[in-house]
Nanobody
């Protein structure tokens, strides 16, 4: 069955770094555009970063540009989010998302807390 499993979340101090990873299975990963979304308590889910199926195109939310980097490995069926210079406002549940035409899948999320 289709699975997107996120890992790498946790508690980090402001200014610190974390690397999130998402491992996909059950579908043809290399066909899918991949994204990371996040949702803070009481707020709507928002797009953080996305990457095209072959990895040639990447986009970022203005709030994370220059601090976060999305990457993928189609041989390993993984998509990562490197997060640097973390701020308290980056605190949220982070979700992996896959999209191909009208078919989309979501992971269950991993929690990132930025606090001193």
């Amino acid at each position: 069955q289709v699975q997107l499993v996120e890992s790498g979340g946790g508690l980090v101090q402001p200014g610190g770094s974390l690397r999130l990873s998402c491992t996909a299975s059950g579908f043809t990963f290399r066909f899918y555009g991949m994204s990371w979304y996040r949702q803070a308590p009481g707020q709507e889910r928002e797009l953080v970063a996305d990457i095209s199926s072959a990895g040639g195109s990447r986009n970022y939310a203005d709030s994370v540009k220059g601090r976060f980097t999305i990457s993928r490995d189609n041989a390993k069926n993984t998509v990562d989010l490197e997060m640097n210079s973390l701020k308290p406002e980056d605190t949220a549940a982070y979700y992996c998302h896959a999209l191909y035409r009208s078919t989309r899948y979501w992971g269950k999320g991993t929690l990132v807390t930025v606090s001193s």
